[in-house]
């Protein structure tokens, strides 16, 4: 009873560099999203794919890119990665229908 | 502008204490209420969530009350156990929406 799977756990990143996080569920939700954690910070949603074939973008989506893979997977790529994305990354999804979030266990993702 | 505050912001119990901690929101147009509980370095879970037709909801120890009037919950933690240490995070979602709001949490140290 997998739920949402997060990789890798851990990043750390060269400013510059660029990187993909990958996200997949097997609860057979329709939505996905995306979101970063800071400290003192509520969690932000950076994209979503409410469902598959459809992204959408966020609070903070600049610096981003999403791929709705199919309906198990959603990543998230940084193209060029910058310090101020250093964070907490979260993977969710639901099934609005039933109103429950499951989100994956995150990735610390260091830029430096 | 749709915003969930909590309150405290970090509180130290002893272990079989109960304590509550507060949520007001000013979020438009309401749809339900959710309580989280995140432990360092995992994603949050749901504890419970609440329609606007509901004052309460219990899990457990845990016991949400809402009032859709004044915009407040509470989430009362009974006889606190060490395992309770974490931070607990208010969401409120917007009706007809994909919007989640995040409050920044409470964090929540149980001692022996």
């Known amino acids: 009873n997998a739920g949402v799977t997060q990789t890798p756990k851990f990043q750390v990143l060269k400013t510059g560099q660029s990187m993909t996080l990958q996200c997949a569920q097997d609860m057979n939700h329709n939505s996905m999203y995306w979101y970063r954690q800071d400290p003192g910070m509520g969690l932000r949603l950076i994209y979503y794919?409410?469902?598959?074939?459809?992204?959408d973008k966020g609070e903070v989506p600049n610096g981003y890119n999403v791929s709705r893979l199919n309906k198990r997977e959603f990543s998230l790529r940084l193209e060029s990665a910058a310090p101020s994305q250093t964070s907490v990354y979260f993977c969710?999804?639901?099934?609005?229908?039933?109103?429950?979030?499951?989100f994956g266990s995150g990735t610390r993702l260091t830029v430096v | 502008k749709n915003q969930v505050e909590q309150s405290p912001q970090s509180l130290i119990i002893l272990e079989g204490k109960n304590c509550t901690l507060q949520c007001n929101y000013t979020v438009s147009p309401f749809s339900n209420l959710r309580w989280y509980k995140q432990d360092t370095g995992r994603g949050p879970v749901s504890l419970t969530i609440m329609t606007f037709s509901e004052n309460t909801k219990s899990n457990g120890r845990y016991t949400a009350t809402l009032d859709a009037d004044t915009k407040q919950s509470s989430l009362h933690i009974t006889a606190s156990q060490l395992s309770d240490s974490a931070s607990y995070i208010c969401v409120v979602s917007v009706q007809a929406g994909t919007a989640l709001i995040f409050g920044k949490g409470t964090t929540l140290s149980v001692s022996s």
């Open positions: 969710a999804s639901s099934d609005l229908g039933k109103g429950g979030y499951t």
């Open positions: 794919s409410a469902s598959e074939g459809t992204t």
